[in-house]
Nanobody, 124 residues
Framework: VQLQASGGGLVQAGGSLRLSCALS????????MGWFRQAPGKEREFVAV???????YYLESVKGRFTISRDNAKNTVYLQMNSLKPEDTAVYYC???????????????????WGQGTQVTVSS
């Protein structure tokens, strides 16, 4: 399985970005797809997940601002980020796993496959 993330960049506070992550090598529709982020000096943090059945879960601080979605025909998961804040600045990683259990979706260790990361910088 290979994951290719894209869409990061520099944006002003209040702006929007859409991240994409394409999966290749396996049947996309059977995988749960997550987004994590890591800011300098901090641990990697769960942001959002969409499981193979379409249910979604979010980090509390991004609820109402971020939306995760998937297009099974394009083997791609998206993270639409609106009303961005400087504290959203981080490297964003997509991750995939074929057997995500609800109780573990927020833990990085639950995911077998990771993309390379894309930088998101929000200026104040």
């Amino acid at each position: 399985v290979q994951l290719q993330a894209s869409g990061g960049g520099l944006v002003q506070a209040g702006g929007s970005l859409r991240l994409s992550c394409a999966l290749s090598g396996r049947t996309f529709r059977s995988y749960g797809m997550g987004w994590f982020r890591q800011a300098p000096g901090k641990e990697r943090e769960f942001v959002a997940v969409i499981r193979s059945g379409g249910d979604t879960y979010y980090l509390e601080s991004v609820k109402g601002r971020f939306t995760i979605s998937r297009d099974n025909a394009k083997n791609t998961v998206y993270l639409q980020m609106n009303s961005l804040k400087p504290e959203d600045t981080a490297v964003y990683y997509c991750a995939a796993d074929g057997g995500l259990i609800l109780s573990t979706v927020r833990y990085a260790s639950a995911y077998d496959y990771w993309g390379q990361g894309t930088q998101v910088t929000v200026s104040s």
